[in-house]
C-alpha cells in the first residue's frame, strides 16, 4: 500500500513523464510503424548522399580560404578525414538508394545514423569555429556564413528522418548562437539572432512536413491493405473458403507464364455424383454443409503434394499440379481422391453419400495451352462420368484421336442433308413365349457422303454435345413413324429420344407435333429415355414425361441398371417399361454379380408393375438363363439384327415360321 504523500508524488511524476517525457522521446525516437521506418529509410538513402555533396563542397571551400592563414592539419588534414568518411557514408547509401529492406535493418541503419549525426555535426561544427581565431574579418564571417547555410541545407536533406535533422540543428546552432553572441561582435550577435529564428522557422516547417509525410505513408500502407484484402476476397469462394474460379485462372496462367511447360503442369476437374439429390432432398443447408466437408477433405488429400485446389462453381472442383508427376502418379493420386469422397458424410443428423468423378489432362508430349489442358481435363471428366463413376480418367493420346475424330464428324454432320443422308433400320423385340415380335426398336443410321457409314453410337453423342440434336430426332421420328404406320395393331414401334429432346419445351412441342401428324397410333409408341436425362433437368424432364404420356405414349427407361436413378425418382414417373442393359447380358452365364442384377431387375419391374425389355441376347445359352430367371420380352442378335424398312415384312415372316415350326414341335411332342 502507498501513502497518499507518496501517491501524490508517484502522480506528479507520471504527468512530468506524459507531459513533457513521452512527447520528446516520441520526437527524437525513431518510428514504431513498420511502414514508415521503411519509407523513411527509402526517402532517406536518396537524399542523404546529396547532404554529403554539399557538406563537403562548404567545408572545402572553407578550407581553402583558411590555407594560408591556418595550419596545414587543420585546413587540410581534417578536411580530408572528414571527406573519407563522408565518401564511405555516400558509397555506403547510394548503395541502398531505392533497394527494399525489412523493418528491423532500416532501424537498425537508421539509428546508428542518428549516432553518427551527433558526432559528424559536432566534428563539423568545432572544426569550423576552429578556424576562427585565424585568419581576417572576411574569413570569420565566411566561418559564420559556412555554418548558417550549411546547417540549413542539412536541415533540408535530412527532412524525412527528424530526430537527426533536429540534432543537427540542436547541435550545430547551439554551438554558433553560443559562439558568436559571446565574441560581442554586433554583426555576428545578429547573425546568431537571424539564424535562431530561420532555424525555429525551418524545424516547424520541418515538423508539419514531417507529419504529412507520416500520413501519407500510413494512407499508402492502408490502400495496399485495402486492396490486398479485395483481393483476397474476389478470389476467394465465400462457402467453402477455398480459391474461387477467378484465382484457379490465374494461378494457371501463372504457372504456364512462369516456365512450367517445360515442367509437368497437370490440370485436374473433379465433378460430384450424385450432389443434386442430397441438394433436393435434405435442401440447401445440407447441400452446402456437405460442399464444405467436400472440400475439406479434398484439402487434405491435395496438401500433402502441393496442389492448388480451388472451386469453380457449384459442385465442381480443380486442381492444379506443378510438381514433378507421372501420369501414373496422377492417376493414383486422383484415384485416394475419389476414394476418399465415397465414403459417406454425417451431416447433421443426416449421412449422404455421394461420389466424385475426377478427370486428369498433363502436359505430356508436346506443352498445351492453358485452355487446352482445361478442355483435355474436362473431355477426361466427361468420359469419367459417361463410363463408371466415381473413377478417376487421365487424358490419352486416343482421347485426342477421338477428339479429332469428332470434329470432323460434327462438321459434317452440321452440314448434312438429313432428309437424304440418315434413315432408320428396326430391330425386332420378341415375347418368348410366342416367339412373335411384338414391335420394333428404331435406330438411326447415317450414311456420310464423305465419312461413309457412322454408328449412331458416335454421332448422336456428337450432336448432343453440339446441341442439335433435337433436329435429328424430329427426322428420324418422322422416318420411323411414317414406316411403321403400315404395320398390323398392336405391333409397337420404340423409338430413342435424347436428354435435351425433354429438357426444353420448344423441343417437346417439335416431337409432339410429329406424333399428332402422324397416322401411328400414339398409343402403339413407345419412347425411350436414359436416366441420365434427369442429370440435368429433372423438373422439365418430368413434365415432358407426362406431357407425352398424356397423348398415349409408353416411357421406356434404356440401359436400366447402368445410371444412378433414385428408385424414389423412378417410381414418381408414369414409366410403362425397364429395359435392362445389355452389359449384363454379355456376362451372364459366368459372372454371378451380373447374374444377380439380372434376376433382381426382372423382379423389380415385377414390382413396380412394368413391363422389362432384355436387350442385347446373342446367343441361345443367355436365352435358357433368361428364360429361368422370368425374361418375357427380349432384343437381340439371337433373334436378329436390325434390319431395313424394307427387309421388315422378311423378318416378320421368318418369325411366323419359327413359331410354325415351335409349334410344329410342341405338337409333336404333344402326341
Ligand atoms: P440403344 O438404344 O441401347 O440401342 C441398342 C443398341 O444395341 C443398338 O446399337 C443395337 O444395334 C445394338 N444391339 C442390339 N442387339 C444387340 C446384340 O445382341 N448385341 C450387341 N452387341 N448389340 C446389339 P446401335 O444401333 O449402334 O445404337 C447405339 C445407340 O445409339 C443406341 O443404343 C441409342 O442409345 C443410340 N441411338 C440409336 N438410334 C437413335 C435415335 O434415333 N435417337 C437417339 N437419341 N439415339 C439413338
Ligand atoms: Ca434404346
Ligand atoms: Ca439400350
Redesign the pocket.
Known amino acids: 500500500m502507498s501513502s497518499p504523500g507518496q501517491d501524490t508524488g508517484g502522480t506528479a511524476s507520471r504527468t512530468l513523464r506524459d507531459t513533457l517525457l513521452t512527447p520528446l522521446v516520441r520526437l527524437w525516437g525513431l518510428p514504431d510503424d513498420p511502414n514508415l521506418l521503411r519509407a523513411q529509410h527509402r526517402a532517406f538513402s536518396g537524399q542523404v548522399p546529396l547532404m554529403y555533396v554539399i557538406l563537403m563542397t562548404n567545408t572545402w571551400a572553407l578550407a581553402i580560404t583558411h590555407v594560408s592563414h591556418a595550419p596545414a592539419w587543420l585546413t587540410i588534414g581534417v578536411p580530408c578525414l572528414m571527406t573519407a568518411i563522408t565518401g564511405l557514408r555516400i558509397v555506403m547509401w547510394w548503395r541502398r538508394r531505392g533497394g527494399h529492406t525489412t523493418p528491423e535493418r532500416a532501424r537498425a541503419e537508421l539509428g546508428r545514423t542518428l549516432k553518427l549525426g551527433v558526432v559528424i555535426s559536432l566534428g563539423f561544427a568545432l572544426w569550423s569555429l576552429s578556424l576562427y581565431s585565424y585568419g581576417t574579418a572576411y574569413t570569420r564571417a565566411h566561418v559564420a556564413f559556412y555554418m548558417a547555410i550549411t546547417v540549413i541545407s542539412c536541415i533540408f536533406c535530412l527532412m524525412h528522418l527528424r530526430p537527426a535533422a533536429m540534432t543537427v540543428a540542436v547541435i550545430v546552432n547551439g554551438l554558433f548562437v553560443g559562439f558568436f553572441i559571446s565574441s560581442g561582435e554586433p554583426t555576428f550577435v545578429a547573425s546568431a539572432v537571424n539564424v535562431v529564428l530561420v532555424s525555429l522557422a525551418m524545424l516547424i516547417i520541418l515538423n508539419i512536413n514531417y507529419n504529412h509525410f507520416t500520413h501519407m505513408v500510413q494512407a499508402q500502407a492502408e490502400a495496399v491493405a485495402l486492396g490486398n484484402e479485395n483481393f483476397r476476397l474476389a478470389n476467394l469462394d465465400s462457402l467453402t473458403d477455398l480459391p474461387n474460379r477467378r484465382a484457379f485462372f490465374a494461378r494457371l496462367a501463372e504457372a504456364y507464364e512462369g516456365g512450367a511447360r517445360e515442367r509437368l503442369l497437370a490440370v485436374g476437374i473433379l465433378d460430384l455424383d450424385g450432389f443434386k439429390p442430397v441438394n433436393d432432398a435434405y435442401g440447401h443447408g445440407v447441400g452446402d454443409r456437405l460442399l464444405q466437408e467436400v472440400s475439406r477433405r479434398l484439402e487434405a488429400a491435395c496438401a500433402p503434394h502441393g496442389i492448388f485446389l480451388a472451386r469453380l462453381g457449384g459442385d465442381e472442383f480443380a486442381f492444379l499440379l506443378t510438381s514433378q508427376a507421372s501420369e501414373d502418379q496422377c492417376l493414383a493420386w486422383g484415384q485416394e481422391v475419389c476414394e476418399v469422397l465415397s465414403r459417406h458424410f454425417s451431416l447433421a443428423g443426416t449421412v449422404v453419400q455421394i461420389s466424385g468423378s475426377l478427370g486428369i489432362a498433363t502436359q505430356h508430349g508436346q506443352p498445351q495451352s492453358p485452355q487446352d489442358l482445361m478442355y483435355r481435363a474436362d473431355y477426361a471428366l466427361y468420359q469419367a462420368k459417361r463410363g463408371q463413376r466415381g473413377s478417376v480418367v487421365v487424358f490419352s493420346e486416343a482421347h485426342n484421336d477421338e477428339i479429332r475424330r469428332h470434329a470432323v464428324i460434327e462438321q459434317a454432320l452440321r452440314s448434312a442433308d438429313l432428309e437424304s443422308e440418315l434413315k ?2 428396326f ?1 425386332p423385340i420378341v415375347d418368348i413365349r410366342t416367339e412373335q415380335a411384338i414391335g420394333f ?5 447415317w450414311v456420310s457422303p464423305a465419312l461413309g457409314s457412322v ?3 458416335e454421332f ?1 453423342p456428337v450432336a ?1 454435345r453440339g446441341g442439335f ?1 433435337s433436329r ?2 424430329t427426322t ?2 418422322k422416318k ?1 413413324l411414317d414406316t411403321a404406320t403400315d404395320w398390323p395393331a398392336p405391333m409397337r414401334l420404340s ?4 436428354a435435351q ?1 425433354l429438357s426444353s419445351p420448344e423441343n417437346l412441342l417439335r416431337i409432339t407435333a410429329v406424333i399428332g401428324q402422324s397416322a401411328f397410333d400414339p398409343r402403339r409408341l413407345d419412347l ?1 429415355i ?1 436416366e441420365t436425362a434427369f442429370a440435368f433437368d429433372p423438373a422439365q424432364v418430368k413434365r415432358s414425361v407426362l406431357q407425352l404420356r398424356d397423348l398415349g405414349c409408353g416411357i421406356s427407361i ?2 436400366f441398371g447402368t445410371g444412378y436413378s433414385s428408385l424414389s425418382r423412378l417410381h414418381s414417373l408414369p414409366l410403362t417399361k425397364l ?1 435392362i ?2 452389359s449384363f ?2 456376362r451372364i452365364e459366368h459372372d454371378a454379380a451380373s447374374h444377380n442384377i439380372v434376376r433382381s431387375l426382372i423382379a423389380l419391374s415385377r414390382d413396380m408393375k412394368l413391363d422389362c425389355v432384355i ?4 446367343t441361345a445359352g443367355e436365352l435358357e438363363v433368361l428364360r429361368n430367371l422370368g425374361g418375357v420380352l427380349i ?4 433373334y436378329s ?2 434390319v431395313e424398312a424394307s427387309a421388315l415384312a422378311g423378318c416378320l415372316s421368318r418369325f411366323d415360321r419359327t413359331r410354325a415350326a415351335t409349334m410344329g414341335e410342341a405338337g409333336l411332342k404333344a402326341s
Open positions: 432408320v433400320v430391330q426398336e428404331a435406330l438411326a443410321r454408328s449412331p453410337g448422336i448432343e440434336v435429328l430426332t428420324l421420328l420411323a423409338f430413342n429420344l435424347s429432346d425411350e436414359t434404356d440401359d429395359k442393359d445389355r447380358i454379355a436387350e442385347g441376347v446373342e432384343q437381340g442378335y439371337f439384327p436390325p
